[in-house]
């Protein structure tokens, strides 16, 4: 049986969702250096032999291969027995949350973050938009959090994992601090950040800082 390994680099939140799960549930794992920035991902390479969608995190498990943050942190939190649900109600739940990060979270602030922090991106009419778009979700996600300590209920779950993976990241790649504008979700930052085994994303993966 070989350590399961984790396609990743260290700018990724997806790929973050992922090391963080392996972190907290002390799996033992092995990080693969994915070189985004210089185009690995887009290589017929990587395609054919890693992820076909041309994306991180891959997670490899002996025969296991998966990709999408959603289906690897459910790999795991069945796997380890830790962050999952403890009803099918939950398990909607949960899922229901995943989803909404991926379509309304998740996917704007990290295409946004990308723009700003690392493509330079000088299209206001572009990042307006984006900024529109996260100022709704982050509302949303505010106003859930008053009400409740973590995403669903009162204990830590993969839906946590997925909302949070691009909320410890500088606020200087996103031009604006989340947190201190956002106090429910400062708090629930520092809940996760509290549980045993949490690691920052830039000490946790490689690739940081970026190659000159």
Request: hydrophobic residues 40%; contains cysteine; charged residues 20%.
């Amino acid at each position: 049986m070989t350590t399961p390994q984790l396609y990743c680099f260290a700018q990724s939140g997806n790929a973050y969702k992922a090391a963080l799960m392996l972190a907290l549930t002390d799996t033992a794992w092995t990080p693969v250096f994915v070189d985004f920035f210089k185009g690995e991902t887009r290589t017929p390479e990587y395609r054919r032999n890693v992820n076909e969608m041309g994306e991180v995190p891959v997670f490899v498990d002996d025969s296991v291969k998966l990709s999408q943050t959603g289906v690897i942190l459910t790999y795991l939190a069945e796997q380890s027995g830790k962050f999952g649900a403890k009803s099918e109600a939950e398990r909607r739940e949960i899922l229901r949350w995943i989803l909404f990060d991926n379509h309304k979270f998740t996917s704007y602030l990290a295409t946004y973050r990308f723009m700003h922090a690392f493509a330079n991106s000088d299209d206001t009419a572009v990042m307006d938009f984006f900024r529109a778009r996260i100022k709704s979700a982050l509302g949303i996600v505010e106003k859930h959090l008053e009400r409740q300590p973590f995403i669903v209920g009162d204990a830590p779950t993969i839906a946590d994992l997925s909302m949070c993976g691009y909320l410890y990241y500088p606020a200087e790649e996103f031009g604006f601090d989340i947190a201190a504008a956002h106090p429910a979700i400062g708090a629930w930052l520092g809940r996760i950040k509290a549980l045993p085994g949490w690691k920052h994303p830039y000490k946790l993966m490689p690739g940081h800082p970026l190659a000159s």
